[in-house]
């Protein structure tokens, strides 16, 4: 059964908050009480983009959603002064969307529900301005205990596919320490300019949404508690690959070895 149907049989004689539970969690909602909503997808897979878009609309339907951040955009990038009825020109502009970085017809199904419930969309990632000052900024090796950058440093080496020369791997280190760093002052600021009750939405890579590695992390730096924070994940990786609060079904779409596609580069 797919995530967002509602079983035939759910019990009617339920008590309205329970009930009202149930159904968000055939749905594919978490629970109304954590702040920030991590959700951790594989860029390639159309299903779990689709996931996120149907979870974007339950949760502003339900008047939950202060702000969507996404990994895909920019940090400053954002929708805040459209309208809901703004085109996709007019968004993809507000954001300062790289088309060459990130595919809009994956992702705009994401935005657009945002937008049209009149939720902003923020850019959280590092702006690509920064990147060559992040690799050269030597206090973030300090930023996480030696253990999560070992954890890290694996992760980057086996995401280029073992290609990645080692003196290299430093520099790519410290971004993606400060991309996390970057997502999550976003969600920190968005947090701050929401209504008392709402949550946040933070949609990045995998990586970056780990519970041991990623922006959850960060989060707890800026004065976050790990309560406060739910993580999904999607597809059928073990938990203790890539800690999360849940793990969502998701189809597989198979597509070309990016590891021959680097190769090749």
């Given amino acids: 059964m797919s995530p ?16 009202s539970l149930s159904l968000a969690a055939w749905a ?9 909503l991590l959700y951790g997808e594989q860029h390639d897979q159309p299903d779990q983009q689709r996931q996120v878009a149907q979870a974007v609309r339950e949760l502003a339907s339900r008047q939950r959603l202060a702000a969507v951040v996404l990994e895909m955009a920019e940090q400053g990038g954002s929708t805040a002064r459209l309208p809901g009825t703004a085109d996709e020109a007019s968004v993809k502009e507000a954001l300062r969307w790289s088309a060459a970085a990130w595919p809009w017809d994956t992702y705009k199904d994401v935005v657009m529900s945002a937008v049209r419930a009149e939720v902003p969309v923020l850019g959280g990632n590092l702006p690509r301005r920064d990147m060559r000052e992040a690799m050269q900024n030597a206090s973030l090796d300090g930023l996480l205990p030696p253990a999560v950058n070992d954890q890290l440093r694996t992760a980057i080496r086996d995401g280029h596919c073992g290609l990645l020369p ?8 410290r971004i993606q320490l400060a991309r996390d760093q970057s997502m999550a002052r976003t969600v920190v600021q968005a947090l701050q300019d ?12 995998a990586q970056h949404a780990a519970r041991d590695r990623g922006v959850p992390l960060h989060l ?11 993580v999904t994940m999607f597809g059928e990786a073990p938990s203790d690959v890539l800690p999360s609060d849940r793990t969502l079904p998701a189809a597989f779409s198979p597509g070309p070895d ?8």
Avoid: F
């Avoid at 594919?28 to 920030?36: D, E, F, Q, Y």
């Avoid at 707890?220 to 739910?230: C, D, M, T, V, Y």
């Fill in 4 to 19: 967002v149907e509602v079983p035939m049989k759910l019990p009617l004689c339920l008590p309205p908050l329970l009930l």
């Fill in 194 to 205: 929401a209504a008392p009750g709402r949550q946040v939405l933070l949609l990045s890579g």
């Fill in 258 to 265: 990016p590891c021959e596609q680097l190769r090749k580069k």
């Fill in 166 to 173: 080692q003196e290299h791997e430093g520099g790519m280190l």
């Fill in 220 to 230: 707890q730096q800026l004065g976050l508690k790990a309560e406060e924070l739910h």
């Fill in 28 to 36: 594919g909602i978490p629970p109304s009480s954590p702040r920030v």
